[in-house]
């Protein structure tokens, strides 16, 4: 049995039993296994506040299931990424960005390593309040 054989679960398309890699730190704050601060959670969606933000208002918003990039995405997840997307004007208002068009938000996703991405779970940076910021 090769290696791809192997990792293949019946349960997911993705290669990983139920949708999860069990060695990935945002599957491990999913479960978690590794402490975050919500923002907001369903039963397909996480978000939580980047360790590490950039801006007055920075959290990721992530699929529960394990895609490892952009680059993995496929027809069958956009009914699941039209919901994450559609939760992020509700998400930044309640978190403190101001209102558009004077205040706004950025969103921003890094894919691969060209893309600067530096964990391998989709995830989508939302960005807001009053500038200047670290980064972005
Ligand atoms: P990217 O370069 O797009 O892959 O960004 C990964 C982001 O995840 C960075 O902004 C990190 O600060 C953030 N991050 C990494 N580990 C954690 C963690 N345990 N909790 C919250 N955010 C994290
Ligand atoms: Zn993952």
Same mark, same amino acid.
């Given at each position: 049995?090769?290696? /791809?054989a192997?990792?293949a679960?019946p349960? %997911?398309? *993705?290669?990983h039993?139920?949708g999860?890699d069990p060695?990935?730190i945002?599957?491990k704050?999913?479960?978690r296994k590794?402490? %975050?601060?919500?923002v907001?959670?369903?039963e397909?969606?996480?978000a939580? *506040?980047?360790?590490?933000p950039?801006a007055?208002? *920075? ?5 529960k299931?394990h895609?490892a990039?952009?680059?993995q995405?496929q027809a069958? /997840?956009?009914p699941?990424l039209g919901r994450?997307?559609?939760?992020v004007?509700?998400l930044?208002l309640?978190q403190?960005?101001q $209102?558009? $068009?004077?205040?706004?938000?950025r969103v921003?996703?890094?894919t691969?390593?060209d893309?600067?991405?530096?964990? $391998? *779970?989709l /995830? ?6 009053p500038?200047p910021?670290?980064?972005?």
């Amino acid at each position: 049995m090769n290696t /791809h054989a192997r990792q293949a679960a019946p349960e %997911s398309p *993705h290669g990983h039993a139920a949708g999860i890699d069990p060695d990935c730190i945002f599957c491990k704050i999913v479960a978690r296994k590794i402490p %975050s601060r919500a923002v907001y959670e369903d039963e397909e969606i996480y978000a939580f *506040h980047d360790i590490n933000p950039w801006a007055p208002v *920075h959290f990721l918003l992530i699929p529960k299931l394990h895609i490892a990039s952009m680059a993995q995405v496929q027809a069958e /997840h956009a009914p699941l990424l039209g919901r994450l997307l559609a939760l992020v004007p509700r998400l930044a208002l309640e978190q403190g960005c101001q $209102p558009y $068009p004077e205040g706004g938000f950025r969103v921003l996703t890094n894919t691969g390593r060209d893309g600067g991405q530096e964990v $391998p *779970h989709l /995830h989508f940076h939302v960005l807001g309040g009053p500038r200047p910021w670290l980064r972005g």
